[in-house]
């Protein structure tokens, strides 16, 4: 089973702060005169956007709880895969179960 990774605390701070510093300097390539006022309020707005991604990445793992990932796959049991049928066999189960569901939908229209 594949474990999810989760970056630590320090992690996300050095990335937050790292991206911070990369909009910062990029919306003050062409500003001239670089005021304080310009460069933190550009700082604050991407932490903010920041911290509401995160939150919104926390609420939404919270609500529906960590995936659960089965990547094992079995191989066949010495060999044995399981009894083959010709495609037109197995077209025909499709068919027929296919039949079968379009029959049971329309009952439960007919009820209603």
Same mark, same amino acid.
Do not use: C, H
């Given at each position: 089973?594949?474990? &999810?990774? @989760?970056?630590?605390?320090?992690? =996300?701070?050095?990335?937050?702060?790292?991206?911070?510093?990369? !909009?910062?300097?990029?919306?003050?390539?062409?500003?001239? &005169?670089?005021?304080?006022? @310009?460069?933190?309020?550009?700082?604050?707005?991407?932490?903010? +956007?920041?911290?509401? *991604?995160?939150?919104?990445?926390?609420?939404? %793992? =919270? /609500? /529906?709880? /960590? &995936?659960?990932?089965?990547?094992?796959? /079995?191989? &066949?049991?010495?060999?044995?895969?399981?009894? *083959?049928?010709? +495609?037109?066999?197995?077209?025909?189960? !499709? %068919?027929?179960?296919?039949?079968?569901?379009?029959?049971?939908?329309?009952?439960?229209?007919?009820?209603?």
């Amino acid at each position: 089973m594949v474990e &999810p990774v @989760f970056w630590s605390p320090w992690e =996300n701070a050095t990335v937050a702060v790292v991206l911070t510093a990369i !909009v910062v300097t990029a919306a003050s390539l062409r500003r001239e &005169p670089r005021s304080a006022r @310009f460069i933190l309020g550009w700082a604050g707005g991407t932490l903010l +956007l920041l911290a509401a *991604t995160a939150a919104a990445w926390t609420a939404s %793992r =919270n /609500q /529906q709880g /960590q &995936p659960s990932i089965d990547l094992r796959v /079995q191989a &066949p049991l010495a060999g044995y895969a399981g009894r *083959t049928e010709s +495609l037109e066999e197995y077209l025909g189960a !499709v %068919r027929s179960a296919a039949s079968k569901a379009e029959r049971a939908a329309a009952a439960n229209r007919a009820r209603r």
